[in-house]
């Protein structure tokens, strides 16, 4: 599948790029070598930031100025990595989910990077980042309707399936053999991206028996 930036979210968010991997993975729930780290960072993260530090990470601020920019309250709808932050500072901990979706949280968290994972056979035809239109929704992991209108979207041939608030329900990660794709978001430029998707690639292998991972930046 093609993967693309339309010139709409080029034009109000001209260093917007995504960093992409492609792999095979059984998704199951999470090693206890792998819970233990994870942990221990976001142990390690309550401890180190707090939430006006949370607001200086370059990656959620630059993510924040693009969601202002296409027309989305950054205040109101804040992106995955600096609610799941906020969520660690204020003692709430995180959720572990399974084991491709874990790793995705521990690199963003990390990061300041908002991360999706979508199962491949639920999508179709090529791949672009928009800006949605206004009125628009989906179904929401864990939410029955998620306003989306003016997030930086993905689509495929079937609609809208991903931003870095919320993922559509359509394209969520099951327990099984999997095809995936992650998408790293980012909108202050590639600079950081081939970093970070090399120490993600190295977490899928060594905690999830992922054996290939194909990587791109768009």
């Not at 079937?158 to 099951?174: C, E, H, T």
């Amino acid at each position: 599948m093609k993967i693309s930036i339309s010139d709409e979210v080029y034009s109000l968010s001209p260093r917007t790029a995504l960093g992409v991997l492609s792999y095979r993975a059984m998704v199951e729930s999470s090693s206890q070598e792998f819970l233990e780290l994870f942990e221990i960072t976001v142990a390690t993260l309550s401890r180190e930031y707090s939430i006006e530090e949370i607001a200086k990470n370059p990656h959620i601020i630059s993510t924040r100025q693009a969601y202002k920019a296409l027309g989305k309250s950054p205040q109101e709808y804040r992106n995955a990595a600096e609610a799941m932050l906020r969520r660690i500072v204020k003692g709430k901990g995180l959720y572990h989910i399974n084991n491709i979706v874990d790793v995705n949280n521990l690199i963003s968290i990390t990061s300041g990077y908002s991360i999706g994972s979508y199962d491949t056979k639920q999508l179709k035809g090529d791949i672009e980042l928009r800006r949605a239109e206004n009125g628009s929704h989906y179904a929401g992991i864990g939410k029955d309707n998620v306003n989306i209108e003016y997030f930086p979207t993905l689509y495929d041939a079937l609609g809208a399936f991903g931003n870095p608030s919320s993922d559509n329900r359509r394209a969520m990660i099951q327990l099984g053999e999997r095809d995936i794709i992650t998408v790293i978001y980012s909108f202050d430029g590639a600079d950081e991206l081939d970093y970070w998707m090399e120490k993600l690639s190295s977490y899928l292998t060594n905690y999830c028996g992922v054996i290939k991972v194909e990587k791109l930046i768009i």
